[in-house]
């Protein structure tokens, strides 16, 4: 933290003109929480840096990302090992997730045999994501993914489609999907996972107080009254 306080004093703040409070964030996000930076937002408002709390909540969220990957590397060494080298992986930007898994055609992630059925389909995937969930940011596949919902194309695949729940509940645009070929193997795991949750799933407000909130928000963007409708 004393870092960050430096480089803001003496690069960020001369170079950039960015405000000082830039100094605590960090800390602020990291040692806090969510619950810190939003609770710092009115103070950062008040002495005139008003993205103060949007900037210390994605600052939290990165936190929260990096502690949720805690055990990445190693899944990725084992996997290496595993497929002798031979998976391609990508990482989402914003999450440093892994969202794209693959091996080159002959091969296969699953050390198994092949997965003759869509019960040895949800096996084999299940073990493969219960292997390398840490890969994908999930601490515990078993309960962090629902059943799979199974389809096939006219070429013989068969695509695994997972979503992610947190407490129960769905989150949004968060799924997995996991790709046999024609001949049973799995080859490609790819989508989107959100590492790190730690919210509260009991809502603070009503239907009715969080669309006022929504709407005064978006016409505070515009600048003007407007009639919003679903």
Not at 87 to 114: E, Q
Not at 198 to 218: E, G, H, L, M, Y
Request: with cysteine.
């Amino acid at each position: 933290f004393l870092v960050a306080g430096l480089a803001v004093l003496f690069l960020l703040q001369p170079w950039l003109g960015v405000s000082p409070l830039m100094a605590c964030l960090i800390e602020v996000a990291y040692e806090g929480g969510h619950g810190s930076a939003a609770a710092m937002g009115p103070s950062y408002a008040s002495l005139g840096f008003p993205t103060g709390e949007a900037l210390g909540l994605a600052l939290a969220s990165q936190a929260q990302a990096q502690n949720a990957l805690n055990g990445q590397r190693e899944a990725v060494a084992r996997l290496a090992t595993a497929t002798g080298n031979s998976a391609d992986i990508s990482y989402h930007a914003a999450t440093g997730a892994a969202r794209f898994v693959r091996v080159p055609a002959g091969a296969k992630l699953a050390a198994r045999a092949s997965a003759v059925g869509d019960a040895a389909k949800q096996a084999s995937a299940a073990q493969f994501l219960s292997e390398y969930a840490q890969l994908f940011g999930l601490r515990d596949a078993a309960s962090e993914l629902t059943t799979p919902v199974i389809d096939k194309d006219r070429y013989g695949s068969t695509r695994l489609n997972y979503q992610q729940r947190y407490q129960g509940l769905p989150v949004f645009g968060a799924t997995l999907k996991a790709h046999f070929d024609a001949s049973d193997n799995l080859v490609v795991v790819n989508g989107t996972v959100v590492p790190g949750i730690d919210v509260k799933t009991t809502p603070s407000r009503n239907a009715a107080q969080a669309a006022k909130i929504a709407t005064n928000a978006v016409m505070a963007d515009l600048g003007r009254p407007a009639r919003l409708q679903a």
